[in-house]
């Protein structure tokens, strides 16, 4: 499991609904967050439960946030900072080959979407505010980031 962190200052996630009878398209903003962590989740096909849990740990708690002489020293669990945590399986992409990515290490979304629940959920347990995107829709992620400050975590 794979989870792609940047630190922000906001972050929000649109998702488009089909057109209207009218024509019309239709957005809605499921999630947005202010100051803390966004969280891209790929999940692999070998992943489990106790790696989303341990990753959600991980996030939880990596001291990614200046403390008062201006060290990343602090964590989202010592900040109180909020995460949006957002699917994304292109984080399995091999790019190694040719100029089209292959996405065969990408666990199947009805393999991963339990999963990155799991992350949420855990989350959640462990004292967190959190904002997601929605499972297979379109979505549109928009960030500002903070820094840059950004880390890819792997268990």
């Not at 200052?9 to 803390?36: F, K, L, W, Y």
């Not at 969280?39 to 070998?46: F, I, M």
């Not at 669990?77 to 949006?84: K, N, V």
Request: glycine letters at 10%; hydrophobic letters at 45%.
């Amino acid at each position: 499991m794979r989870g792609l962190i940047q630190r922000v200052r906001s972050a929000s996630v649109t998702v488009a609904h089909p057109p209207s009878a009218d024509g019309g398209r239709r957005e809605e903003v499921v999630g947005e967050i202010g100051p803390g962590l966004c969280v891209l989740v790929g999940v692999t096909h070998d992943d489990d439960e106790a790696g989303a849990r341990a990753l959600a740990g991980k996030i939880w708690n990596l001291r990614v946030f200046d403390d008062a002489d201006g060290v990343m020293n602090l964590s989202a669990a010592d900040t109180g900072r909020e995460l949006m945590v957002v699917s994304q399986f292109t984080l399995y992409g091999d790019t190694r080959k040719g100029r089209r990515p292959s996405y065969v290490a990408a666990a199947r979304p009805e393999v991963a979407e339990p999963l990155v629940e799991a992350v949420v959920e855990e989350l959640r347990a462990l004292g967190a505010t959190v904002a997601t995107g929605r499972f297979r829709t379109d979505m549109a992620v928009a960030l500002v980031n903070d820094g840059p400050v950004t880390l890819l975590v792997e268990t």
